[in-house]
């Protein structure tokens, strides 16, 4: 073996000695944190969560609802004083029958955003969070839920044309899981 040979081998082995020996742990984030910081999420949008309650005018969206309770609960649908009835999109509406007077429940919730302030959750992201948390969980998690660490934060977060058309696979199989498991 040559000298000059002999001498880059040892400072290569020099180096990472010193990089293994004075490395410090990575400040990533955890699955834990990753939950906590969405329990945080939900728990406050949930705090300022109220019902608003908005009177439907369109006659068509009123009859389809109407139908929709006439086929559930009969024809004696209009015996009845008040219909709570949440339909298959988790749409709350009221329906009173007397009065022929159909209402629509509106979730409404705030978060707080340190630089922007309170900012107000859409009506299908609030619905999201109250009905079903744990999906909201579980996407706080996401890519680190993934067999392989690396495979998972590249695929769906990373910008290469590769994992961008991997990731909206990932997400037109998803949707398709759902649109099927949704409908049947």
């Known amino acids: 073996m040559s000298p000059c040979r002999s001498s880059s081998v040892a ?3 020099l180096v990472a000695f010193v990089l293994i020996a004075f490395s410090s742990p990575a400040w990533a984030w955890k699955v834990d944190t990753h939950v906590y910081a969405a329990n945080l999420a939900i728990e406050e949008a949930l ?5 608003q309650q908005v009177a439907v005018t369109d006659p068509m969206l009123k009859d389809r609802v109407k139908g929709e309770l006439r ?3 009969g024809n004696d649908y209009d ?3 008040r219909i709570d009835y949440l339909d298959n999109a988790f749409i709350s509406w009221i329906y009173c029958p007397p009065q022929d007077r159909l209402v629509r429940v509106r979730p409404v919730m705030a978060v707080q955003v340190p ?8 009506e299908d992201m609030a619905r999201a969070l109250f009905y ?8 706080a998690v996401g890519p680190d839920l ?4 690396i495979t998972g934060q590249a695929v769906t977060i990373g910008t290469t044309p590769i994992s961008v058309a991997a990731s909206s696979g990932t997400i037109r ?10 409908s049947g």
Do not use: E
């Open 71 to 73: 086929r559930i609960f």
């Open 115 to 122: 630089p922007f302030g309170w900012l107000r959750v859409s």
């Open 173 to 182: 199989r998803c949707a398709r899981r759902f649109s099927t498991a949704s």
């Open 11 to 13: 400072l290569i082995v």
């Open 132 to 139: 079903f948390p744990g999906l909201f969980r579980a996407g």
């Open 146 to 149: 993934f067999p392989d660490l």
């Open 79 to 81: 015996r009845r004083s």
């Open 47 to 51: 705090s300022t969560l109220t019902f």
